[in-house]
C-alpha cells in the first residue's frame, strides 16, 4: 500500500476561489465604509443593467410570438443571461450574487454580521432604484410597445397572484442557486469568455425554468409602476418580494457561500 501523507488542507479544492471572495468581501466593506456614495451607484448599476435586459427579454418575446413557446422561452433565457454577465464583468454590486460573497466572508470572520445585512439591505434597496430610474426613462420612449406591457403583466401576475408563498419559496431558492454556482465557478477562471459562459449558464437555467430572483422581480415591479399601475396587486407584490428574498438567500448564501466555505476551510482563521 502508497502511504497516504495528504492532509485535511489538501481537500480544501477551491480555496484559491474562497481566498477570491474574502479578498472581495473585504473591498465591497470599504467601499460601503469610505465612498457610500460609489457603493450605492455601483448597486443602482446593477438594478439598471437588470432593467434594461428585462426590457429587452421583453421585445424577443413579443417579437417571436407564434413561434414555438420552449424556443422562445430559451431564446429570452439567452438573452436575459447578459444582464449577469454585464453586471459581474463591469464589478456592479447585485444582492444575490451578495448572499453568496457575504456569507462566505461572515464565515471566515472577515465582516460581521450586522455590517453584512447592512451591505445586503442597501445593495437591495439602490438595486431597486436602478429598476425605477431605467423605466422612468423608458417611459419616454415608445420603446415598451403594448404587447410588451401585456407580457410583463402577464409575468407579473405569475409571480404574484398566481404564486403560493411555498412556490415562490422553492423557486427563490433553486434561482439563487444555479446563480451563484454559476459565479463561484467563474472565480476560477480568467479568461473572459470562460467567466461568462458560466455566470450565463446558471442564469439561463433560472430564467428558463421560471425560478424567483428578487432583484429581477422588484425590476418587473418598477415596470408596472410606469405602464400598469392598476395592474399592481400590491399585497401579492410584498408575498413575492419576501419570500423571493428569504429563498435567494437560502440558495446563494447557504447551499452555496456557507456549504464551500466549510469545505474549504475552518472558520476560526483564513489559514487553517
Not at 236 to 260: D, P, Q
Request: with cysteine; charged share 10%.
Amino acid at each position: 500500500m502508497v502511504d497516504n501523507n495528504k492532509s485535511i488542507k489538501d481537500t480544501y479544492m477551491s480555496r484559491e476561489t474562497i481566498d477570491n471572495i474574502n479578498n472581495q468581501v473585504q473591498m465591497k466593506e470599504v467601499l460601503f465604509d469610505k465612498t457610500p456614495g460609489r457603493y450605492a451607484l455601483k448597486s443602482i448599476m446593477s438594478g439598471f443593467l437588470l432593467a434594461i435586459v428585462t426590457v429587452f427579454m421583453l421585445a424577443i418575446k413579443t417579437q417571436f410570438a407564434g413561434a414555438n413557446e420552449g424556443l422562445i422561452n430559451l431564446m429570452g433565457a439567452i438573452s436575459f443571461s447578459l444582464a449577469l454577465v454585464l453586471i459581474v464583468l463591469s464589478h456592479s454590486e447585485l444582492l444575490t450574487s451578495n448572499f453568496m460573497f457575504l456569507t462566505v466572508g461572515w464565515y471566515y470572520k472577515v465582516i460581521g454580521m450586522n455590517k453584512a445585512l447592512g451591505i445586503m439591505m442597501v445593495c437591495f434597496l439602490f438595486n431597486i432604484i436602478g429598476g425605477f430610474f431605467l423605466f422612468a426613462l423608458m417611459k419616454f420612449t415608445p420603446i415598451m410597445t403594448s404587447d410588451m406591457v401585456a407580457s410583463l403583466t402577464k409575468l407579473v401576475n405569475g409571480k404574484t397572484v398566481d404564486a403560493t408563498w411555498y412556490g415562490i419559496l422553492g423557486k427563490a431558492i433553486f434561482c439563487n442557486f444555479f446563480i451563484n454556482i454559476g459565479i463561484y465557478l467563474s472565480i476560477q477562471f480568467k479568461d473572459g469568455l470562460t467567466k461568462a459562459f458560466f455566470i450565463a449558464s446558471g442564469v439561463i437555467v433560472f430564467v428558463f425554468m421560471g425560478y424567483e430572483h428578487v432583484v429581477f422581480n422588484a425590476g418587473l415591479y418598477a415596470g408596472m409602476v410606469f405602464y400598469d399601475f392598476d395592474g399592481i396587486a400590491r399585497l401579492h407584490v410584498l408575498k413575492n418580494i419576501v419570500f423571493a428574498f428569504i429563498g435567494n438567500y437560502i440558495g446563494g448564501g447557504i447551499f452555496v457561500g456557507l456549504v464551500y466555505a466549510y469545505l474549504n476551510g475552518k472558520r476560526n482563521s483564513l489559514h487553517n
